[in-house]
């Protein structure tokens, strides 16, 4: 990635080095959004 006046470079690699916390984090928003339904 190169800043719009071409003087800063950003090189990423793609990792998420606190992939575990952040999986907990979005799958308690999921359960609070997307409820599931009681099996009838």
């Known amino acids: 990635m190169l800043s719009a006046g071409g003087r800063f470079v950003l090189a990423l690699n793609g990792e998420i080095y606190n992939a575990a916390e952040i999986?907990?984090?979005?799958?308690?928003?999921?359960?609070?959004?997307?409820?599931?339904?009681?099996?009838?």
């Open 23 to 40: 999986r907990s984090e979005i799958a308690a928003m999921a359960a609070h959004l997307f409820p599931r339904a009681s099996p009838a």
